[in-house]
């Protein structure tokens, strides 16, 4: 060897030496999980959120009200009801995560009798259930039932914030009349395509339900109808919501089908952007004044990498095999707008950091949830699931093709918990913005990071601020 190549070779090794030792010193060491439990998760646990699969002991009777509903965060009713529960204040409620039956490729009942509770049956979702000596359970999974349901939340809970109607707090005036809140909420089955839209809890009133365009997008004429309905019920009232200055049940019965729709519909159709304004300036005013909503957009809010992935799950597109590449499955194979297109017309911009007021008026009213912010919040629930993260982990790792042990996989899970916690803080000290820095270079690390983004549902696993601290850091 030559001696240039060796002078060249010895700099390089001592150069990378230097470096290692280097990040030896800036990266601590990975706390246990116990330590990372006591140091992030708050003592108070949050309220009882199960699901159905993983449970055999779920009994027909209750002691708090139960919430029955879809385990994924995509059915539409299923978002109303929790959305309003929330808005409402009421938080000692349980909840049971539960699979749809009737959401299968060809529209018949799915049979598998291990993922719901005997006695619940094929009862469609979503259901609540109340504490009292009856049991008896509340269907809202049809518009009609829906619209009622939440009517009737008021005098469920009568020492809960009133939506319908909502009550000003300064006088204890109504802030708009029942009878608006009626007209407006009931105009939404009223414009709603239900009459050529094939229903669905995981792509509601997106695809045509008539045999032989089973995968086929409703015509944009459609969803502009539906839109511009928006537009003038909004324009009536004078906004920023459907019934005027306050969030009232009628915007609880829109806000599901609109928020996806906000980022699924420019990936249908192209320039179909119902946030942008322009053609529904209302509308637009409309999605801005919901983002301040603490409980909607710290929880309840989906992400636009979530739901566009909804669309790339069959049956919603065709299936590409060997024979049928992606590229050549027709206009139904390919969505027009990349992911980080998709962002930019869901959100206009990155939502982390993220607002630290509305983080700070969500979490005063929830005390497990942490108030440190997003990134804190979203390290608390990977420790409680750790063991189920971790096992899924290790399948996805196995699955792409990708060799991390067990000990590094755990380790890069707590270092993960380390990062997210703290992210949260505004001014980093240029240690911890080291800390941060050299730890997301680990090829561990950045593999974890890397299955987190990937496996991420918003709102199944964590609010939008969560997994929007996540991906920044992937």
Request: proline residues 7%; glycine residues 4%.
């Amino acid at each position: 060897m030559r001696p240039v190549v060796i002078y060249v070779f010895l700099v390089l090794c001592i150069k990378t030496f230097r470096q290692n030792v280097v990040n030896c010193h800036l990266i601590p060491a990975t706390p246990t999980w116990s330590d990372l439990r006591t140091k992030l998760v708050p003592t108070l646990v949050p309220p009882v959120c199960v699901d159905s699969r993983n449970t055999d002991s779920l009994e027909a009777d209750t002691a708090m009200p139960r919430l029955f509903r879809e385990r994924n965060g995509w059915c539409v009713y299923s978002a109303r009801l929790w959305l309003a529960l929330e808005l409402k204040g009421v938080t000692n409620y349980h909840t049971v995560l539960m699979e749809p039956l009737e959401d299968t490729y060809d529209g018949s009942k799915n049979e598998n009798e291990d993922i719901r509770p005997n006695w619940f049956g094929d009862l469609a979702l979503p259901q609540l259930q109340l504490a009292d000596s009856t049991g008896v359970l509340h269907c809202g999974a049809t518009e009609l039932s829906s619209i009622q349901l939440l009517k009737k939340l008021d005098v469920m809970f009568p020492d809960s914030k009133p939506l319908w109607p909502p009550i000003d707090d300064s006088d204890g005036k109504a802030c708009c009349k029942v009878e608006d809140i009626a007209y407006v909420s009931n105009a939404f089955g009223d414009e709603v395509p239900t009459d050529i839209a094939r229903e669905s809890s995981r792509a509601a009133w997106l695809f045509c339900k008539e045999e032989g365009y089973r995968l086929d997008t409703l015509p944009r004429s459609t969803f502009e109808k539906f839109l511009n309905a928006a537009e003038d019920l909004l324009s009536n009232y004078g906004g920023p919501f459907f019934c005027g200055t306050s969030i009232s049940a009628a915007d609880v019965v829109w806000a599901p089908l609109l928020e996806r729709y906000a980022a699924q519909l420019p990936c249908l159709h192209d320039n179909l952007t119902p946030r942008a304004g322009g053609k529904w300036p209302k509308l637009s005013e409309w999605y801005q004044a919901m983002d301040q909503i603490p409980v909607y957009a710290c929880r309840i809010k989906g992400d636009a990498p979530s739901w566009r992935k909804v669309l790339f799950v069959d049956p919603w597109w065709p299936k590409p095999d060997l024979w049928h590449p992606r590229h050549t499955v027709g206009p139904k194979g390919e969505l027009r707008l990349s992911e980080q297109q998709c962002c930019q017309v869901y959100d206009g911009a990155s939502i982390y950091p993220f607002p630290t007021n509305i983080w700070t008026e969500y979490s005063t009213s929830r005390p497990f949830v942490s108030p440190n912010g997003p990134g804190s919040e979203a390290a608390q629930i990977i420790i409680r699931n750790h063991l189920s993260i971790r096992k899924d982990a290790t399948k996805w790792f196995e699955e792409n093709g990708y060799i991390c042990s067990e000990e590094d996989t755990d380790a890069a899970l707590r270092t993960v918990v380390l990062l997210l916690s703290l992210s949260d803080y505004q001014n980093l000290s240029s240690k911890n913005e080291a800390i941060l820095k050299s730890s997301a270079e680990d090829e561990n690390v950045s593999l974890m990071l890397l299955y987190l983004d990937s496996r991420i549902c918003v709102p199944r696993d964590v609010g939008a601020p969560s997994a929007a601290t996540i991906r920044q850091l992937a």
